[in-house]
C-alpha cells in the first residue's frame, strides 16, 4: 500500500504525520519506504542533510526516470528513504502536466514494489498543487489530509475536497482520503469547532483519531527523531499510535 500525505495548506502537520505514520509502521507492522516529495526538503533536512547533488534526490527520477531503487537510502530505525532536492520547485516548468509525467511516480513505485514487495510506502507532499502532488496522488493508494484545528485550515480541507472531486472522473476511480484533525489543543473552542465542521462535511472520511497539540511532537524535528524514539510515553505518540490502529482496521496499511 502506499499513502501520500497532502493538504495544499502549508504548516497543517504534513511532514510530522508522514514521519510519525512511517516510524510507527516500521516499528510495529512493516518495512516501510518514505519519500519527501516537497522541494522544501523538511524530510530530508530531519533525515540529515539533504543530497547537495539532485541526481540523488527523487528529482533524478523525473528527467530520466532513475529507477527509485538506485535513490533509495537508509533510514536507521524506520526502513529506507528517497530524499527531496530544491531543483524540484522546476519539475513544474520543465515536464508540463502531460499523462505521462503525472504517472511517473506510480510507474517508479510499481518497479520497485516488485523489487522490495513487502514494504509500504509513505509519502511527504508539497503544500501546492501541481505535478509533484498529482504524482503523488495518482500514486497512493489512500490519501491522509492533515487539517490543523483552525479556521484557515478548514478552508483548505474544502479546497482539497474540490480538487478530488475534480480528479476523479479522469482517475476514473474514487479517491480515499482521511482527513486527519492535527494541532488539536482541548483548551481552545475553536479546536471543537473545527472538528464539528469537518466532520459534519466529511462524515467517515475523517479520522476518528485526533492528533494533540503536543510539545514533544513539535520538538522532536529539532533532534532530528521520530516521535516514538524521541518520547514513546507522550500524547503525540500514543495519538500516532491510534491513527495506526485505525488506518490497520480500515485496511490501509496492507503490504
Ligand atoms: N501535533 C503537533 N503538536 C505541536 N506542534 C506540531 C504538531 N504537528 C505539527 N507541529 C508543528 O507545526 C509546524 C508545521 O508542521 P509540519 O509538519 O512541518 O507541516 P507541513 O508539512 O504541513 O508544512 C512544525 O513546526 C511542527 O513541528
Ligand atoms: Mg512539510
Not at 473552542?189 to 462524515?203: A, D, I, K, Y
Amino acid at each position: 500500500m502506499r499513502l501520500a500525505v497532502f493538504n495544499q495548506k502549508g504548516g497543517v502537520g504534513k511532514t510530522t504525520t508522514a514521519l510519525n505514520l512511517a516510524a510507527g509502521i516500521a516499528l510495529d507492522l512493516h518495512p516501510v519506504r518514505l519519500i519527501d516529495l516537497d522541494p522544501q526538503a523538511h524530510l530530508s533536512a530531519i533525515h540529515g542533510a539533504p543530497p547537495a547533488d539532485w541526481r540523488q534526490s527523487i528529482y533524478a527520477h523525473f528527467p530520466d526516470s532513475t529507477p527509485l531503487a538506485d535513490l533509495e537510502v537508509d533510514w536507521e530505525g524506520l526502513g529506507r528513504f528517497i530524499p527531496a532536492h530544491a531543483e524540484l520547485m522546476k519539475v513544474d516548468s520543465a515536464f508540463g502536466k502531460g499523462p505521462e509525467v503525472l504517472e511517473r511516480l506510480n510507474r517508479g513505485l510499481r518497479d520497485l514494489d516488485r523489487l522490495a514487495p513487502r514494504r509500504l510506502t509513505v509519502i511527504d507532499c508539497c503544500p501546492y498543487l501541481g505535478v509533484l502532488a498529482l504524482n503523488a496522488i495518482f500514486a497512493a493508494d489512500v490519501l491522509i489530509v492533515p487539517v490543523s484545528s483552525d479556521y484557515l485550515s478548514m478552508r483548505g480541507a474544502e479546497q482539497v475536497e474540490r480538487t478530488l472531486k475534480a480528479l476523479e472522473p479522469v482517475l476514473r476511480r474514487r479517491v480515499e482520503r482521511r482527513y486527519l484533525l492535527t494541532r488539536f489543543d482541548r483548551r481552545r473552542r475553536m479546536s471543537f469547532e473545527v472538528e464539528s465542521t469537518l466532520r459534519e462535511r466529511f462524515g467517515s472520511d475523517v479520522c476518528a483519531t485526533t492528533i494533540s497539540e503536543n510539545v514533544a511532537v513539535a520538538e522532536s524535528p529539532a533532534m532530528r527523531r521520530d516521535i516514538f524514539s524521541h518520547a514513546a510515553a507522550s500524547r503525540g505518540a500514543a495519538d500516532y499510535a491510534r491513527l495506526i490502529e485505525e488506518l490497520t482496521s480500515q485496511r490501509f496499511l496492507r503490504v
